[in-house]
């Protein structure tokens, strides 16, 4: 028995992406900067891509970078605005649950002259507007606030940060990887003037990704060279991952209504199920406002890595939050950062359902989880039963 | 090496653990180590007879690998000499379960270190110890950050339970009173922390009762050195007195009465 439900990790590649991918690593193998009509060609895919991109959320077409994935967008992103733009001013503002990329490159902008602001969360890890207000002051160019958290599944205000921004003459970015796939995306309707966007989290090959960036903003290349991508991203372009994501981007837009729906029914039910079955467990996240493939629990006196080693033995894959499975040994910035204790981020867990998640696998997973929580409680020194 | 990739021995002992449980009576002791920045909190029972450990048991909050260690030592140490007992080293564990990923020598391998504490511990008794008396401070100091965050995020009364709704509020421990707070405001929050500079806290039994019926979280031996905000409190630095470890928690509200 295998179950998955770590999708917010990784995602399989959807078999139509594969078949779409095919023909561009031999038979159409061109190199859209070559001027004979095998490079003709590859342009026209190239072309086609870039609107389906764009189609995607609701941009226009030269307003789309061709990435190797989300990590790089948001080093382009960030950095690239950054350096492009510090004549108008050095101070960006970010919020405590970034993603680990944007937390690093903050690092990197503040060793370079940038000071970086965190905006804290609530205990449900929403990003408050009059805590991002007060932080601006006239040295404020960039605003960088994740559109859904990727751990807890939080949705952020966005439209109405994007409308602040907007008013105060702030750029706006946004990693809406979490959300990719799941929630509509709009940059217009949202005032977004950069977006980070991944082609694995919409089913589509790892190693491509894309940033939009609206027309009139101005960016610093991190990569140079041939000058591909507006001279924004150079290197030859990597032909079968760009058609790979458009086609995903494609298929997401017109199945993601209907499978967003079928995935937050699974969600409800394994929040509703887990906090009626279990005693002393407790959902982290938003109650209303959160991703419909997100669940995210922690019991009391439990932690994260045996939870995920018990469950590992009955062939269930998933995530924690736990230090103790993490390269560093800290706990999730993100649950610390919603108020939890660091004994309580160590006993979380994290469930993603995704397009290959059935009704089976969640029964399969509620079947389990009582017993596992309940064997590891019984070796806690600090879980008391009542 | 992933920090979960771990041997046969390890898995097998995590599994099955051997000897979980806890121990009661004149002649046992305990020892409990943790350390709560990294999570794993370890508490281990020695019965004795005649300098010699009759019978083992533990319970174990961690990983993998806390799980394991502490189940190998009891198998360890069951039947040893106080003397040979201590001298068991976190290396002596780790070689007995084939090893540990490298990641986890240091922060989940405190089961020689429980067993140390616990043969301490009945030493002590023996020689009727009462152990070390805890140093408290009086509460007349005034936090690092006190006076500028008064009443945006520090009251010194209660103005109204209601008024802590939805805010994740700490109540530095002052007996009875803060107790009461506590569970009262635990009805409108879902996140109440009680900080208190002793072991156990100085409150009537069934306020304790009571409390423990609440999400009310006691944080032992620990107590607030600052608070941190922008223009509203945002969060605290903590001081685990125990473990000498410090540490932020994200608030929204403090109660000093």
Do not use: W
């Amino acid at each position: 028995m295998s179950i998955y439900l770590d999708y917010q990790s990784a995602k399989p590649l959807d078999p139509r992406v594969i078949t779409a991918m095919k023909p561009y690593f031999y038979d159409k193998f061109g190199n859209p900067s070559s001027l004979h009509k095998v490079g003709d060609n590859a342009t026209n895919v190239l072309n086609d891509a870039r609107l389906a991109i764009a189609n995607f959320i609701a941009a226009e077409k030269n307003e789309i970078i061709f990435t190797s994935g989300a990590t790089e967008s948001n080093n382009l992103a960030l950095i690239g605005f950054a350096l492009r733009n510090k004549n108008k001013g050095n101070h960006i503002i970010i919020s405590e649950i970034e993603h680990i990329s944007i937390h690093n490159i903050a690092k990197f902008l503040t060793k370079n002259g940038f000071t970086i602001s965190k905006v804290p969360v609530d205990q449900f890890g929403k990003v408050s507007i009059e805590k991002i207000k007060e932080r601006i002051n006239d040295k404020t160019i960039l605003i960088s606030i994740g559109y859904a958290n990727n751990e807890i599944g939080t949705i952020q205000p966005i439209g109405e940060i994007g409308e602040l921004c907007r008013n105060k003459k702030i750029a706006f970015h946004s990693d809406a990887v979490p959300a990719e796939g799941l929630l509509p995306l709009d940059v217009n309707k949202d005032n977004l003037d950069l977006l980070t966007l991944s082609s694995n989290d919409i089913y589509g090959p790892k190693g491509i990704g894309a940033l939009y960036m609206r027309k009139g903003i101005k960016l610093n290349p991190l990569i140079i060279g041939g000058g591909q991508e507006h001279g924004l991203r150079s290197g030859s372009e990597n032909i079968p991952g760009i058609v790979g994501m458009a086609k995903a981007a494609e298929i997401m837009k017109i199945e993601m209504t209907a499978e967003a729906e079928r995935l937050s029914n699974y969600r409800d039910r394994l929040i509703k199920e887990i906090l009626t079955n279990i005693p002393k467990s407790y959902l982290n996240g938003h109650p209303s406002r959160r991703l419909p493939n997100n669940a995210h629990f922690r019991f009391s006196g439990i932690e994260g890595e045996s939870l995920l080693l018990s469950l590992k033995d009955k062939g269930i894959a998933i995530s924690t939050g736990s230090a103790c499975s993490s390269k560093t040994l800290e706990p999730s910035h993100t649950l610390i950062a919603t108020g939890l204790l660091h004994e309580e981020a160590h006993g979380s867990l994290q469930i993603t359902c995704g397009r290959f998640t059935t009704e089976k696998d969640i029964d399969t997973f509620l079947n389990v989880i009582p017993g596992v929580v309940n064997k590891l409680r019984k070796l806690s020194p600090l879980y008391k039963e009542e | 090496m992933k920090s979960t990739q771990y041997s046969e021995k390890v898995l097998d002992h995590f599994r099955k653990p051997r000897n979980v449980g806890t121990l009661e009576g004149e002649d046992v002791a305990v020892g409990r180590v943790g350390n709560p920045v990294c999570g794993d909190i370890m508490e281990i029972y020695i019965r004795v007879k005649d300098d010699k450990i009759l019978d083992m048991k533990f319970k174990t909050f961690g990983c993998g690998s806390a799980i394991a260690t502490a189940s190998m030592i009891t198998e360890l140490a069951m039947g040893k000499t106080l003397e040979q007992a201590m001298n068991i080293t976190r290396n002596d564990v780790a070689n007995e379960l084939n090893g540990l990923p490298p990641v986890k020598m240091h922060c989940s391998n405190l089961a020689a270190d429980a067993l140390k504490d616990a043969i301490k511990n009945y030493k002590s008794m023996k020689k009727n110890e009462t152990g070390v008396t805890q140093k408290i401070e009086q509460g007349i100091k005034k936090l690092i950050g006190e006076d500028n965050f008064l009443d945006k995020g520090v009251f010194y009364k209660i103005d109204g339970y209601p008024s802590f709704k939805d805010k994740r509020t700490i109540i530095v421990d002052n007996g009875d009173k803060t107790a009461e707070a506590a569970i009262e405001i635990s009805k409108y929050t879902p996140r109440v922390v009680l900080v208190t500079q002793l072991k156990d806290l100085p409150v009537k039994s069934d306020l304790k009762i009571k409390l423990n019926k609440t999400d009310v979280k006691v944080l032992y031996e620990s107590k607030i050195i600052e608070i941190k905000g922008f223009n509203t409190v945002e969060k605290v630095s903590i001081h685990d007195l125990n473990e000498d470890e410090k540490y932020e928690l994200f608030v929204d509200a403090i109660l000093i009465l």
